[in-house]
Nanobody, 124 residues
Framework: QVQLVESGGGLVQAGGSLRLSCAASGRTFGAYTMGWFRQAPGKEREFVAAISRNGFIYKYADSVKGRFTISRDNTKNTVYLQMNSLQPEDTAVYYC?????????????????WGQGAQVTVSS
């Protein structure tokens, strides 16, 4: 069982930055690939970014490449999402999730555990 808790969401103006954190419970954080997903009102949940167990392999959605950076600190059981150059279309609830795949996976159905979500609102 893994419990995930996101933090760091909020309201920011277009062009601004936010950093989301996701703290995981348990002593086996390094055994999990971690992903970030988001869901905007009226839209389906979509993949944002994922990172391998050792933090060396990344995958990003095309819409966030060059603006968002995923990272992890296995000593702190935490995964981060640094979001720069935010735009109104980035407004959504952001979720972190974990699975036991070897490589980062953009498919939400492969993730076993999910956080409660963090609201990110970008004003124009």
């Amino acid at each position: 069982q893994v419990q995930l808790v996101e933090s760091g969401g909020g309201l920011v103006q277009a062009g601004g930055s936010l950093r989301l954190s996701c703290a995981a419970s348990g002593r086996t954080f390094g055994a999990y690939t971690m992903g970030w997903f988001r869901q905007a009102p009226g839209k389906e949940r979509e993949f944002v970014a994922a990172i391998s167990r050792n933090g060396f392999i990344y995958k990003y959605a095309d819409s966030v490449k060059g603006r968002f950076t995923i990272s992890r600190d296995n000593t702190k059981n935490t995964v981060y999402l640094q979001m720069n150059s935010l735009q109104p279309e980035d407004t959504a609830v952001y979720y972190c999730a974990s699975n036991t795949a070897w490589n980062p996976d953009p498919n939400s159905s492969s993730y076993n555990y999910w956080g409660q979500g963090a609201q990110v609102t970008v004003s124009s």
